[in-house]
């Protein structure tokens, strides 16, 4: 999920300090579009990173899962923008979530074996839980498309999965 390597979600961030409910003040949608995408990007960059340095089948699996849902909102989100024509807005939100992801990436980097995949992990849970709290209180409520708030809506579904499962696999972990 990180630079822009293929981009945002790999949710490598806790935002360092900067809350996303906080630096989304009642974004535009095409700024949700691009936040949204950002952040399911930098989660595939987390989850490839996991599936390169993990020996954990528990870890690996939960990162394949990341990639193959993460990829298929991500999708679902550019056809979406093609259809109505909008452009997705870079903003403060989707900057620093890369900023922070990249940050994110560099200190997992360095990890192996067991403390990769502790810290992986526990950046997982820590990033659906705010990022799931975006898209219910600022995202969601803010997105003036129907289709956008829809696709917003059937992403945090998936994503409060997402976070049950990596508390789960956390809790296998310790």
Do not use: W
Not at 22 to 49: R, S, V, W
Not at 93 to 98: E, G, I, W, Y
Not at 159 to 168: S, Y
């Amino acid at each position: 999920m990180f630079t822009r390597t293929t981009t945002a979600l790999a949710i490598f961030c806790l935002l360092g300090g900067t809350s996303l409910t906080q630096a989304a003040d009642k974004p535009t949608d095409p700024q949700i579009a691009h936040i949204a995408y950002t952040a399911g990007t930098i989660d595939i960059e987390a989850a490839k990173l996991a599936i390169e340095k993990s020996k954990n089948k528990d870890v690996m699996a939960f990162a394949n899962d990341m990639v193959r849902d993460h990829e298929a909102v991500n999708k679902q989100a550019l056809d979406l923008v093609k259809k109505l024509k909008v452009t997705p807005e870079d903003n403060d939100t989707s900057r620093a979530l890369a900023k922070a992801a990249a940050a994110e990436k560099g200190k997992l980097s360095k990890l192996s074996g067991g403390a990769f995949d502790k810290a992986y992990v526990e950046n997982e849970v820590a990033y659906h839980k705010q990022v799931n709290g975006a898209l219910e209180t600022v995202l969601i409520p803010s997105a003036s498309n129907s289709e956008l708030k829809s696709l917003l809506e059937t992403g945090l579904k998936i994503f409060q999965g997402h976070q049950q499962h990596a508390e789960h696999v956390a809790s296998e972990l310790k």
